[in-house]
Structure formats: structure tokens, C-alpha cells
């Protein structure tokens, strides 16, 4: 499991408020700032960027290769990529695997939290990355994972997250 806390003092004290004002509707606050947190993460996957807005590292050219091999009509029968391959290859985004399901990020909403995050077993590598053998060997002695894999945050807190947020919570108060 990841855990990311928002540790904002503007946004605790507003959550503090809400939970000392609000005996009812919380649950529909939490559940609408859980909505843009999840449209947010998909979000960073269409600009393959983390939530500090750095962009993510590109595809190896061992991944490309992968994607490449699983299709036919990418390479040219005496050598190199067709154009079809040319276009596959320059579209393959970071952390867009076959069933794209990491950006599918699941929430949790009671009247005291929200909580968002993934069940696909890469999401923990993917946010933190994992260096070559991490995780031991296979049986014939390769290492897993068989190379670096770099950092692409995809889960936590934007400014524009923030701001949102703040503006939901506003909002409740306002009601």
C-alpha cells in the first residue's frame, strides 16, 4: 500500500472545520474531492507527468522493442521500423501498459477521509521505481526487475489538486 498524505495547514484546519460544523453531507464532500483526485490521475497520465508537474521518464528502448514485438506490420522486411512501427513506438507513453488499468485508480470515502490508490501490483514500483534485482532473482538467475526501473509519480497532491480542493471545501461551507 502507498500512503500520501496532504499535509497543508490550510486544508487540515478546513477539514477540522467541517468535521466540527458538519453533522451530515461530509461523505458527499469527501466523495467529490475523492472524483477530482481520481480525474487528476488520469490527468497526469495524458500529460505523463507527476503531481509536482515534472514530466516522467521516457519508455527504455527495451520497452519499446516489447511493444514493438507484440504486433505485427512494425518493421520493414530487410530491417528497421515501418511507419506504422514509427508511430507505435512514438506514442508509447510511460506507465500505458496493454490494459492501461494503473490510471484506473479506485477511491474510499467515509465522512472523515477520502482515499485513493491502486490494487494493480506495479503501482508501488511505478511511483517509487525499483532498481535492477530488487525483488531477487528467477530461477535462472535473472534479476527482477531485469533493469532500473525510474520513479514516475502518478499519486499525491498538485497545487491545482490543492486549490481545488480548498474551493470544495469552501463550498460545504457555504451550503
Known amino acids: 500500500m ?10 487540515q484546519q478546513a477539514l477540522s ?20 483526485l481520481q480525474e487528476s490521475v488520469k490527468q497526469r ?3 505523463s507527468e ?28 530487410r530491417g528497421g521500423l515501418t511507419t506504422r512501427g514509427q508511430k507505435r513506438a512514438s506514442s508509447k507513453k510511460p506507465l500505458i501498459g496493454d490494459t492501461h488499468q494503473l490510471k484506473n ?15 494493480r501490483i506495479q503501482a508501488r514500483v511505478q511511483q ?7 525483488f531477487g532473482q528467477t530461477k535462472r538467475n535473472t534479476p527482477i526487475p531485469w533493469g532500473d526501473i525510474p520513479a514516475r509519480p502518478y499519486l499525491g497532491f498538485s497545487d491545482d489538486d ?8 469552501k463550498r460545504a461551507f457555504r451550503s
Open 105 to 119: 485508480v479506485h477511491k474510499e470515502v467515509s465522512a472523515d477521509h477520502v482515499q485513493i490508490g491502486s490494487s
Open 45 to 47: 497520465f495524458e500529460r
Open 128 to 134: 517509487y521505481g525499483a532498481k535492477k534485482g530488487a
Open 50 to 77: 507527476g503531481p509536482d508537474g515534472q514530466k516522467w521518464e521516457a519508455n527504455s528502448d527495451s520497452v519499446i522493442a516489447g511493444v514493438l514485438k507484440q504486433t505485427k506490420g512494425n518493421y520493414k522486411k
Open 162 to 169: 490543492k486549490s481545488v480542493i480548498m474551493e470544495i471545501l
Open 2 to 11: 502507498i500512503e500520501i498524505k496532504l499535509e497543508d495547514s490550510q486544508i
Open 17 to 36: 472545520r467541517l468535521k466540527s460544523q458538519m453533522t451530515t453531507g461530509r461523505r458527499s464532500v469527501m466523495a467529490e474531492i475523492g472524483e477530482h
